[in-house]
């Protein structure tokens, strides 16, 4: 006759179980809430702080800025995705995702490296005023 399992490796499988759900979790991609998208408008700050030809990480709002050319802005969503890591850098016009290596053109969205397969959302923005205000 077999023994039900011990207290100790009932609650050590449940804790597993629980970790590796907050992992799934934690790297959801899509496009609901945590997509990166905002619901609402976000004032980014000053417009002079997106160089020409490069691009701005506002991290804290998961939102990526490039400046093309001068005076013309674009704004993608900077959660990555393949699985929803904000991206981490922005050098020149190219976002990196470490969580997996993924890299994105910042001026049009499109993956440049995967595994990221979609494109970063784009973001509607304007410059009034000298500040830009994104969604």
Request: contains cysteine; proline residues 8%; positive net charge.
């Amino acid at each position: 006759m077999s023994q039900p399992p011990a207290r100790r490796t009932v609650l050590r499988g449940a804790a597993l179980v629980g970790a590796a759900g907050f992992g799934v979790a934690a790297c959801s991609g899509g496009s609901g809430p945590d997509s990166g998208v905002p619901t609402e408008p976000v004032e980014l700050g000053a417009a002079a702080e997106v160089p020409v030809g490069g691009a701005k990480l506002y991290r804290e709002d998961r939102l990526v800025v490039s400046q093309p050319s001068k005076g013309t802005f674009k704004c993608f969503s900077a959660t990555c995705t393949h699985a929803g890591c904000v991206l981490t850098e922005v050098t020149k016009e190219e976002g990196d995702c470490s969580c997996h290596g993924s890299r994105f053109d910042v001026t049009n969205g499109q993956v440049l490296q995967g595994p990221a397969t979609k494109p970063l959302p784009e973001v509607p923005i304007k410059n009034k005023g000298g500040k830009l205000i994104a969604g």
